[in-house]
């Protein structure tokens, strides 16, 4: 079966560093997002991986590992307005997105 | 640019009641996505669409139906609603055909079934 697994909850403190990992198991992989979904709002593209290793773009990176099948992003210099929930998806062989439940970040002052 | 819009923004039916979710995106995207979202569960794939004209079932298709009439336009219908149809719905739009599509998402439509 196919199987993405995140925490359903995180809580970190403005101005620090957090990491909220993913770990999937799914019939093929063409690569994994991380979206960030504000409540009641729509999910919003952060960003694409498909090689091992770390993407930073500014604040944000985003880590692979294809062996572990694992992947997080990091989250630097924490603002009140990161507070969200955080939704990893692997695109799979038939080129479906497979999502996991989301993490919620709280984020205190 | 609008983006990917999506009428009505909430709704409430009863058992049975029928309606049409309407989805439509500016961006000129091959792919359209109908998808649900429901506390503590992921988004799950309901019904997609290649291109207009053409639509297939995703991961929880059994009570709705789509069609692709237009390019623009992706349309997600409940013939006879039931509770458990109760969620959020989330439509997308993406290029497609490779593996760094990004989907582009609505603000959600918020379904009650009583």
């Known amino acids: 079966g196919q199987n993405i697994d995140q925490p359903t909850e995180m809580t970190a403190t403005e101005g620090a560093i957090v990491q909220i990992n993913c770990t999937y198991q799914?019939?093929?992989?063409?690569?994994l997002f991380w979206y960030q979904q504000h409540a009641g709002e729509a999910p919003t593209f952060l960003s694409y991986?498909?090689l091992d290793g770390l993407e930073e773009k500014g604040r944000f990176s985003s880590f692979l590992s294809r062996s572990k099948g694992y992947s997080y992003p990091l989250l630097k210099e924490l603002q009140m307005k990161d507070s969200a929930s955080y939704l990893c998806?692997?695109?799979?062989?038939?080129?479906?997105?497979?999502w996991g439940a989301g993490t919620k970040l709280i984020i205190k002052p | 640019n609008a983006g990917v819009t999506q009428t009505p923004k909430f709704r409430v039916l009863k058992t049975g009641q029928s309606m049409t979710l309407l989805c439509a995106q500016d961006?000129?995207?091959?792919?359209m996505y109908w998808y649900r979202q429901d506390p503590g569960m992921g988004l799950r794939l309901i019904y997609y669409?290649?291109?207009?004209?053409?639509?297939d079932k995703g991961e929880v298709p059994n009570g709705y139906n789509v069609s692709r009439l237009k390019k623009q336009n992706f349309l997600l219908g409940l013939e006879s609603a039931a509770p458990s149809q109760t969620s959020v719905y989330f439509c997308?739009?993406?290029?497609?055909?490779?593996?760094?599509?990004?989907?582009?998402f609505g603000p959600g439509t918020r379904l009650t079934v009583l």
């Open positions: 997308a739009s993406s290029y497609g055909g490779s593996d760094a599509d990004t989907q582009y």
């Open positions: 961006m000129n995207h091959e792919y």
């Open positions: 669409s290649a291109s207009e004209g053409t639509t």
């Open positions: 799914t019939s093929g992989f063409n690569g």
């Open positions: 991986n498909v």
């Open positions: 998806a692997v695109m799979d062989s038939n080129y479906q997105l497979i």
